[in-house]
């Protein structure tokens, strides 16, 4: 199984705790360490399952938007999108759980135009307010056909870190990773309103990267 870097030092820090953890354990109590010492190993489990990072290939069509994200779609509505856009727009938002693969892929081609981070609030995810007051990070690219997409990582109750590595400048490529949200959060994706939709509320997407959820049209 392939592993982030991101999670390098959680998974590192895991390993030694638990090792340590379950020797002493064993040691001092006998049979009666296990009861201490398989919380840490199924802990260090989870960690090493939440960083995994599977490899996904898929070549979109220019005028296709991929799920940024595994998770459940959680909203699909029109919105004014005041940041940037400041225009109306199509709201996608994914939820990602703890269990869900938390690598954040572009979901369009093209070149990356803005970028800004915003301190926030750690409200749960799926909050339709945590748009606005978590903590967050906002990119947008601007298309091939001079179309303008807008995504946002948002930082749910559990996550206390995002980590982006786009600049204004790069060249967005779909499907290709672009940062990482450590322990539960929402990406929205916000597109033009003649955009197909090809989800719905409730879809729950396991192929972030590949999943093809809308359509451009010129």
Not at 68 to 82: A, S
Request: hydrophobic share 50%.
């Amino acid at each position: 199984m392939r592993l982030h870097k991101e999670g390098k030092p959680f998974i590192g820090i895991s390993f030694i705790t638990s090792i340590l953890v379950s020797i002493l354990a064993l040691y001092f109590l006998k049979y009666w360490g296990l009861i201490i010492a398989i919380p840490f190993i199924i802990l260090l489990f989870f960690t090493v399952w939440f960083f995994r990072n599977p490899i996904r290939n898929y070549d979109a069509k220019e005028n296709e938007i991929i799920a940024p994200v595994d998770g459940k779609v959680v909203i699909v509505k029109e919105v004014y999108e005041k940041e940037f856009l400041k225009t109306n727009c199509i709201q996608v938002s994914i939820f990602m759980s703890p269990l869900n693969v938390h690598v954040c892929r572009y979901p369009v081609s093209g070149k990356v135009i803005f970028k800004k981070y915003h301190p926030g609030k750690f409200l749960v995810a799926w909050h339709e307010k945590s748009s606005e007051l978590n903590e967050r990070t906002t990119v947008a690219v601007e298309t091939p056909f001079n179309q303008k997409v807008l995504f946002r990582q948002i930082a749910g109750a559990m996550a206390r870190r995002i980590v982006i590595y786009s600049e204004i400048g790069d060249m967005a490529v779909a499907g290709k990773e672009f940062g990482f949200i450590k322990f539960g959060s929402r990406m929205d994706v916000f597109l033009p309103l003649k955009t197909e939709i090809l989800v719905k509320v409730g879809d729950v997407i396991l192929n972030g990267g590949e999943k093809v959820i809308a359509r451009l049209r010129n």
